[in-house]
């Protein structure tokens, strides 16, 4: 079985831009997770969906969004780019929203210049 | 708010030596408790997880964990390290209230292995 499948792998933005990352679960899987994670840290919590809802929201600005589509793929939206939006995003999947039984994905790496 | 703290940055041991990494947590009632492992430039693999039980949980690759309530500490060990170990290692805490499934993790403790 595949697993969760994060496109694209990497990506360099300039500041001010928007950019979209995706994110496809693991067959079954109905919950959604984002992180983000600067270089020398932990991965931090942005978004949790659960069946097309927003389950959960980090502590990001209102540049950040996302959303669940009917399939159950994802997608992360960050408008207005800084330079410290630069980060590995890793989304990760379960089954429910309430097992923690996540399978992360290998994460995209995005650069602002 | 849920918080973990991982002291030390970054730990060197021998290849076949015994290891471990510590991890703390603050939670105001027994959290969910988390060890995943990263190489360079990947995702994260779960090592193991405490959800309740038995305080020694066993893990995949030869790790374990014990959760000690008193000390709310929830360190990693292995008996012996192979060089393929070598990665970044993570804690992290989940909440147990229904609606609140983010996973809350620390900074991180980067193993080295020399032969």
């Known amino acids: 079985d595949a697993g969760v499948t994060q496109s694209p792998t990497h990506l360099i933005k300039t500041r001010g831009q928007h950019v979209t990352l995706r994110c496809s679960p693991i067959?079954?899987?109905?919950?959604v997770s984002w992180y983000q994670q600067v270089l020398g840290q932990g991965p931090q919590f942005i978004f949790q969906?659960?069946?097309?809802?927003?389950?959960g929201r980090g502590n990001f600005p209102d540049r950040f969004s996302a959303r669940q589509f009917p399939n159950y793929s994802s997608e992360l939206n960050v408008n207005a780019l800084l330079l410290g939006d630069s980060a590995l995003y890793l989304c990760?999947?379960?089954?429910?929203?309430?097992?923690?039984?996540?399978?992360f994905g290998s994460g995209t790496r995005l650069t602002v210049v | 708010a849920q918080s973990v703290t991982q002291p030390d940055i970054h730990i060197t041991v021998s290849e076949g030596a015994s290891l471990e990494l510590r991890c703390n947590y603050s939670y105001g009632a027994t959290p969910y408790l988390f060890w995943y492992v990263q190489s360079p430039g990947q995702g994260l693999q779960l090592l193991l997880k405490?959800?309740?039980?038995?305080?020694l949980v066993q893990g995949i690759k030869g790790f374990e964990a014990e959760f000690k309530r008193s000390q709310s500490s929830f360190n990693l060990r292995k008996p012996s390290v192979h060089w393929s170990d070598a990665a970044e290692y993570f804690c992290?805490?989940?909440?147990?209230?229904?609606?609140?499934?983010?996973?809350?993790f620390g900074t991180g403790t980067r193993l080295t292995i020399i032969p």
């Open positions: 992290a805490v989940g909440a147990t209230n229904f609606g609140n499934e983010k996973l809350t």
């Open positions: 405490y959800f309740s039980g038995d305080t």
């Open positions: 067959s079954g899987h109905k919950s």
């Open positions: 990760a999947s379960s089954q429910d929203s309430a097992n923690y039984g996540y399978t």
């Open positions: 969906y659960y069946e097309k809802e927003e389950r």
